[in-house]
């Protein structure tokens, strides 16, 4: 949601403490994050955002 996420330069950043995510692995780029969030494929159709949580795709044991 864009009240809770902001996408800035293929990144991701939390507006609670300002921290930004690589949106491909979802590794921090920043302090105070130190660990990778998980990363899902989402689809756009129409106007509704889809997004499959069924598997973390930057992470190599649950990836496609």
Do not use: M
Request: net charge negative; aromatic share 10%; proline share 9%.
């Amino acid at each position: 949601a864009s009240d809770v996420y902001k996408r800035q330069d293929d990144a991701i950043e939390c507006w609670a403490h300002g921290s930004k995510f690589a949106l491909d692995t979802g590794k921090p780029r920043n302090f105070p994050a130190y660990e990778p969030v998980p990363v899902y494929a989402v689809t756009i159709q129409g106007t509704e955002v889809l997004v499959d949580v069924s598997q973390n795709i930057a992470d190599p044991a649950t990836a496609p």
